[in-house]
């Protein structure tokens, strides 16, 4: 574990160093690269999951013992090939980073990455940081361009994975 730390710190430095011996620009590029990889490959987990269960909606999909259907979001894992919650919260991250540059394109990008993993936890972090910024910290467009994520969450989890919707109500419940 000490090494791993070591590794941590070792990384944690090298961010600096990118930071400090690059422009803004620079590094904005480099942010829109990363999350456009993340994107491709989140897209590419989705295509396989499609292609295995032959469905077009898998979240939908009860077969094969149910192995997608409401955790198909749990293999949408992107650029770490780790948990899909760390892809979730990376996108997340990315929505509030696209939003505040005013880059529609990639904000609706790291929306829907972060829809596909189906983390309703996030989800509920996500509509906090809306509230807040909407609230707070926002200009008009901005403002607009909240409610339209609010509403691709609301179709989402009505649409594409109802029963995400109804498993969120029954936890709220208990």
Not at 16 to 31: G, P, Q, S
Not at 57 to 78: A, C, E, M, S, V
Not at 151 to 169: D, I, M
Request: net charge positive.
């Amino acid at each position: 574990s000490i090494g791993f730390w070591v590794l941590c710190i070792l990384a944690m430095n090298q961010v600096k160093l990118f930071v400090y011996n690059n422009n803004a620009e620079t590094i904005h590029r480099t942010i829109v690269a990363f999350f456009i990889i993340n994107a491709v490959l989140s897209l590419g987990n989705l295509a396989l999951i499609m292609i295995e269960t032959g469905s077009v909606n898998p979240y939908t999909f009860q077969g094969d013992h149910q192995k997608y259907f409401l955790g198909t979001g749990d293999y949408i894992r992107g650029i770490t090939f780790d948990t899909s919650t760390t892809n979730a919260v990376l996108n997340a991250l990315g929505v509030i980073y696209f939003l505040t540059k005013k880059n529609i394109a990639m904000l609706f990008v790291c929306m829907a990455v972060m829809l596909l993993t189906g983390s309703n936890f996030i989800n509920v972090i996500l509509l906090i940081c809306f509230a807040i910024l909407f609230v707070f910290k926002s200009t008009r467009d901005q403002k607009s361009l909240i409610a339209i994520c609010i509403a691709l969450l609301v179709v989402f989890l009505g649409r594409v994975s109802p029963q995400n919707n109804s498993y969120v109500v029954e936890n709220f419940k208990r």
